[in-house]
T-cell receptor
């Protein structure tokens, strides 16, 4: 059974700092890995999707990497801003399209 | 208009009542999902549907049922609501054409008293 773990559960950093969020999964037979952002009481916004054949994806200040063999992904946020404060969720998909989520990392960026 | 619309946004209901949460999408995606989110537990899959004639149970389907009325509509029912079904419920869609990139609705906050 696929299990997804995110560390740390919470993170607080000063504005401007670069940071890394971690995601690990137990079964390397994934179809893709997705990172989402969730603001309090809101829905999920897709940030990045990495296919199993890819090693990384970039969007603006965000860079996500995937090491399928070791069951790990990282989300790198450059030059963090207070507006980046949110919960970040990692999820892996099997070839059936079902997503299995981690529990999330809640990020606070202090001005 | 949102690509994935959930109604209602908020609902308070009494124990034992039947309640339906509705989801509609304009993405044209073939796959639809219902997830539940509890604080600190991430999202758990309740039911999913790959097309109108296909319904599958997820991790936590007990106490729930679903109906896929059309490609664009997927509703979730709680036959007899209980307090531990108090949670945030999300509908989502995906499509083989987008490599299963997901689009989520804004969620329904359900409170069972």
């Amino acid at each position: 059974k696929q299990e997804v773990t995110q560390i740390p559960a919470a993170l607080s950093v000063p504005e401007g700092e670069n940071l890394v969020l971690n995601c690990s999964f137990t079964d390397s037979a994934i179809y893709n890995l997705q990172w989402f952002r969730q603001d309090p009481g809101k829905g999920l916004t897709s940030l990045l999707l990495i296919q199993s054949s890819q090693r990384e994806q970039t969007s603006g200040r965000l860079n996500a990497s995937l090491d399928k063999s070791s069951g790990r992904s990282t989300l790198y946020i450059a030059a963090s801003q207070p507006g980046d404060s949110a919960t970040y969720l990692c999820a892996v998909s099997s070839n059936t399209g079902k997503l299995i989520f981690g529990q999330g990392t809640t990020l606070q960026v202090k001005p | 208009d949102a690509d994935v619309t959930q109604t209602p946004r908020n609902r308070i209901t009494k124990t034992g009542k039947r309640i339906m949460l509705e989801c509609s999408q304009t993405k044209g995606h073939d796959r639809m999902y219902w997830y539940r989110q509890d604080p600190g537990l991430g999202l758990q899959l309740i039911y999913y549907s790959f097309d109108v004639k296909d319904i599958n149970k997820g991790e936590i389907s007990d106490g729930y049922s679903v109906s896929r009325q059309a490609q664009a509509k997927f509703s979730l029912s709680l036959e007899s609501a209980i307090p531990n079904q108090t949670a945030l419920y999300f509908c989502a869609t995906s499509d083989t054409g987008t490599n299963y990139g997901y689009t989520f609705g804004s969620g329904t906050r359900l409170t069972v008293v």
